[in-house]
């Protein structure tokens, strides 16, 4: 209970100090252009960033970055992930620095602080269910990625609650295909440990998460077909990478 208690406290005395900064470099309510917007990006990832790597240790917990060598030195890239919890995008915007903003499911928009933050960074909500909405999500990404601004996905399409690594969609990776940004994939693992498998009252617990961040797969040049197979391809690379955690 106390660590759900310091990570309450954190939550709200991260937002009540960071407020006029988010209200400054927030991003969705600007008209900005394309440089002015990723330096406001940026300003306010970093807040962000801030934010999430004081919920992991408000929570008691220890992150331990494998791969941190194969990170991309130059901003537009598409980080694709396994989604095992609500602690994923923390521990990413934890350990890249490259300033990424988010496609997540519309369920995000419910909930309070972090919706916040979502928002305000340029973050993209997706419908699921909503085949229209989803081809708007592919054309926005595309055009942040186009504009050299990195963006997280996690193509599962929902959290594992298995355990299990989910079937990547094929859909995600149109992204890097429309646009030509290079892939990095991600596997995360223990991240449901700090909060989906506990109860009340004891709903944040400690626990040690792995990064563990793979070589980048460039799309340039690839035929119809390798192009079919690359989700498939991704998808077995992240369960490798999975693998290799302890």
């Not at 440089?35 to 940026?42: G, I, V």
């Not at 962000?48 to 004081?54: H, L, Y």
């Not at 598409?78 to 903003?101: E, K, Q, T, W």
């Not at 990195?150 to 609650?161: M, N, Q």
Request: hydrophobic share 40%.
């Amino acid at each position: 209970m106390l660590k759900g208690l310091r990570t309450l406290l954190f939550m709200i005395c991260h937002f009540i100090v960071n407020t006029p900064g988010r209200i400054k470099y927030r991003v969705d309510n600007k008209e900005l252009d394309v440089e002015q917007k990723k330096l406001y990006t940026e300003k306010i990832y970093r807040i962000m960033q801030s934010f999430c790597r004081g919920m992991i240790k408000a929570s008691g917990s220890e992150l331990i970055v494998m791969g941190e060598e194969n990170l991309p030195s130059e901003p537009g890239n598409l980080y694709v992930s396994n989604h095992r919890g609500f602690y994923d995008p923390m521990a990413i915007a934890a350990v890249v620095n490259d300033p990424c903003i988010f496609i997540g499911k519309n369920g995000i928009s419910k909930m309070p602080i972090i919706r916040t933050w979502f928002t305000a960074i340029g973050s993209i909500y997706i419908t699921r269910e909503d085949a229209r909405q989803a081809l708007e999500v592919i054309k926005k990404g595309t055009e942040e990625l186009k504009n050299h601004q990195s963006l997280v996905i996690y193509p599962e399409g929902t959290r594992s609650k298995t355990g299990e690594l989910g079937e990547f969609k094929g859909g995600s990776f149109k992204l890097a295909f429309n646009s030509g940004a290079t892939i990095v994939p991600v596997a995360i693992k223990n991240t449901e440990c700090i909060f989906e498998n506990n109860k009340f009252p004891n709903m944040i617990k400690s626990a040690i998460v792995y990064v563990n961040i793979g070589k980048p797969i460039s799309v340039q040049d690839l035929s119809r077909a390798e192009q079919k197979a690359l989700p498939k391809k991704v998808e077995e690379y992240v369960q490798k990478l999975f693998n290799e955690i302890p």
